[in-house]
C-alpha cells in the first residue's frame, strides 16, 4: 500500500507561536508533497507543494514566510506556522503521489488560542 | 488555473435509492478526476477516480461519468446505505494525481434518510 502519516493529530498553541507539523510516507518514497489547509465545514485548499531538496511552490495568496515548507528527505515535509494567529487555526492535511493517485495523512487540527 | 464547482451542496436521499453529485471544471488540460468521501475530522478517502482517456467507470454501486468536451463529471451511487451519509468531494488535476497538487469542488454533504 501507500500510507502517509502526520504528527501531531491536534495542537493546542498561543497565539504567536510557531508550530511544526510533520508528514511522512511510510512505506515509499515521495519527491514530491502537498499540503492543504480545511477551515470548518469548508473544501480542502492547495497550500504549496513540497519538493524534496529544493524551495517549496506556494498557491497564490499563502503567505510563504508564514507557512515555511522543508523537504529534507524522500520520506519527510515539514510545515510550520509562524506567529500563529487565532484565524491560522484549520485543520492541516499533507498528501503524496503514488501509483497516479494522492494518498492522504490523517491530518492535524490546529487551534490558536 | 483550475476551477471546480460542485452541486448540490447538501443532498438529501431515501435509503435505496440514488444520488448524483456533478462538477464541472474550467481548465482543459486536467486529466485526473477523483472523486473522496469525508468523514467529520478524518482524512478524505478516495472511492472512484477517472481519467481522460475513458467516459465511465463503474466499481460496484459506484460510478463515474466524464464529458470532456463539456468539462463536467458526475458521481453516481446506486441503492444507498446508512453508512454513505458523508461529506463528498470532487477534484481534478493536470498531472494524472501525482505530480501536482488537486484542485477541490467545495463538497457535497450527502445525507441518506432511514
Known amino acids: 500500500g501507500a500510507v502517509v502519516s502526520q504528527h501531531p493529530s491536534w495542537v493546542i498553541c498561543k497565539s504567536g507561536t510557531s508550530v511544526k507539523i510533520e508528514c511522512r510516507s511510510l512505506?515509499?518514497?515521495?519527491?514530491?508533497m502537498f499540503w492543504y489547509r480545511q477551515f470548518p465545514k469548508q473544501s480542502l485548499m492547495l497550500m504549496a507543494t513540497?519538493?524534496?531538496?529544493?524551495?517549496?511552490?506556494?498557491e497564490q495568496g499563502v503567505e510563504k514566510d508564514k507557512f515555511l515548507i522543508n523537504h529534507a528527505s524522500l520520506t519527510l515535509s515539514t510545515l510550520t506556522v509562524t506567529s500563529a494567529h487565532p484565524e491560522d487555526s484549520s485543520f492541516y492535511i499533507c498528501?503524496?503521489?503514488?501509483?497516479?493517485?494522492?494518498?492522504f495523512g490523517p491530518g492535524t487540527r490546529l487551534t490558536v488560542l | 488555473g483550475e476551477n471546480v464547482e460542485q452541486h448540490p451542496s447538501t443532498l438529501s436521499v431515501q435509503e435505496g435509492d440514488s444520488a448524483v453529485i456533478k462538477c464541472t471544471y474550467s481548465d482543459s488540460a486536467s486529466n485526473y478526476f477523483p472523486w473522496y468521501k469525508q468523514e467529520l475530522g478524518k482524512r478524505p478517502q478516495l472511492i472512484i477516480d477517472i481519467r481522460s482517456n475513458v467516459g465511465e467507470k463503474k466499481d460496484q454501486r459506484i460510478a463515474v461519468t466524464l464529458n470532456k468536451t463539456a468539462k463536467h463529471f458526475s458521481l453516481h451511487i446506486t441503492e444507498t446505505q446508512p453508512e454513505d451519509s458523508a461529506v463528498y468531494f470532487c477534484?481534478?488535476?493536470?498531472?494524472?494525481?501525482?505530480?501536482?497538487?488537486?484542485?477541490f469542488g467545495k463538497g457535497t454533504h450527502l445525507i441518506i434518510q432511514p
Open positions: 477534484a481534478a488535476s493536470d498531472s494524472g494525481g501525482g505530480a501536482d497538487g488537486l484542485t
Open positions: 513540497s519538493n524534496e531538496g529544493s524551495k517549496a511552490t506556494y
Open positions: 512505506d515509499f518514497q515521495a519527491t514530491t
Open positions: 498528501s503524496a503521489g503514488k501509483y497516479g493517485e494522492q494518498f
